[in-house]
């Protein structure tokens, strides 16, 4: 097995985290947001789960209990949700051997919005293609550039369209059911899920203003303390220390998906992470990055993946057929393509650059 190089734009090691997604809150807009604060009390903490470096930022005279909670309900998450981790219940779902498999709310919830996207979609996301991403080392970062055989060989694996998830209401919980020898990642849509739980903790401990950065998922709770919108940057694929414009939300999950944030180069060949389920190899479309702007973390962090497989045209015809979001695209062209909600809403920062139209 041939180990390639990795990196990451070429300078330095890549991430271990499975998946995505890097739109962040920059520095800069920080600062802004905490000046604007003038005397409000302000907590902050970094945690590591989920193989990223998180942010956790709440205000107000309960922004330390909300900080503590928002830890908690990201720690329990990460420790339910990994794959490798033989007490983990995703490990459980993957060695169940077709049996039923109880889950918690949380779990029901990402497969539910995951199975709704993978219909819609025609099967864009796919949370069953785990041992395709093994196969590919984004798992555990021996990369490796699989032959076509081996590609086929693991891409029949996939079952995600036979999962029995049942609800059983008189109890509140949930079962899930996969065929034998499935094996599932949460990776494309957990960060999303924990940020909306976290933001959920936060809010039961009293806090009504704060924002929580994962690894490139922004979820924000409220307005910032002088009652104004949240600045949120989106990342430049082609310098991943700036950025090609702002998007200004209110109480938002914001979260992207690019080729840019993992990938390895192999004889000369640049091979990222996101994994076309009709292929089993790397998306090629043309896009770069994905954003999408909605209230449902976990809906977002679904779509992101989704609407990068799709391509530019097949995601712009999903939002207009099912709406309920926004969406920034980044092609190789260097064009940023926003949907018409956000013309009020999405200001340009690289304009020699990238070009910009908002499309109907």
Request: glycine share 10%; hydrophobic share 40%.
């Amino acid at each position: 097995m041939k180990k390639a190089i990795r990196g990451r734009n070429g300078r330095g090691p890549v991430s271990d985290s499975v998946k995505r997604l890097l739109c962040a809150v920059l520095g800069l807009a920080m600062m802004l947001a905490l000046a604007a604060c003038g005397g409000t009390q302000m907590e902050q903490k970094q945690i590591f789960a989920m193989d990223t470096i998180m942010t956790l930022t709440a205000y107000g005279r309960k922004a330390s209990a909300g900080i503590d909670a928002a830890t908690s309900t990201l720690n329990a998450m990460d420790a339910l949700l990994d794959p490798e981790l033989p007490t983990s219940k995703t490990y459980e779902i993957n060695h169940s051997n077709g049996s039923n498999v109880v889950v918690p709310a949380q779990i029901a919830k990402m497969l539910s919005t995951a199975k709704t996207v993978y219909e819609q979609s025609d099967g864009a996301l796919d949370l069953s293609l785990y041992p395709v991403i093994k196969l590919w080392g984004f798992v555990d970062s021996r990369y490796y550039v699989p032959t076509d055989e081996e590609l086929s060989a693991v891409i029949v694996k996939k079952a995600f369209d036979k999962m029995v998830l049942t609800s059983y209401p008189m109890t509140g919980s949930y079962s899930v059911n996969f065929p034998a020898g499935t094996e599932i990642s949460f990776g494309s849509i957990a960060k999303g899920c924990a940020a909306e739980n976290a933001i959920g903790a936060m809010r039961q401990a009293g806090v009504e203003s704060g924002i929580i950065s994962l690894g490139g998922n922004v979820q924000t709770l409220g307005l910032k303390p002088d009652g104004s919108n949240w600045t949120v940057a989106i990342q430049d694929p082609n310098n991943t220390s700036s950025w090609v414009g702002t998007v200004s939300v209110g109480e938002k999950a914001v979260v992207t998906s690019g080729s840019y944030q993992r990938f390895f180069v192999f004889d000369g060949n640049t091979y990222h992470h996101i994994i076309n389920p009709k292929t089993a190899g790397p998306v090629n479309n043309g896009l770069v990055s994905a954003t999408i702007i909605c209230d449902d973390g976990t809906m977002a962090d679904a779509l992101s993946t989704a609407m990068f497989v799709l391509g530019e045209t097949r995601a712009l015809n999903y939002w207009r057929q099912y709406g309920g979001f926004e969406m920034i695209l980044i092609n190789k062209n260097n064009q940023v393509i926003c949907t018409k909600g956000l013309i009020d809403t999405y200001t340009p920062s690289n304009t020699d650059t990238y070009s910009v139209r908002f499309a109907e």
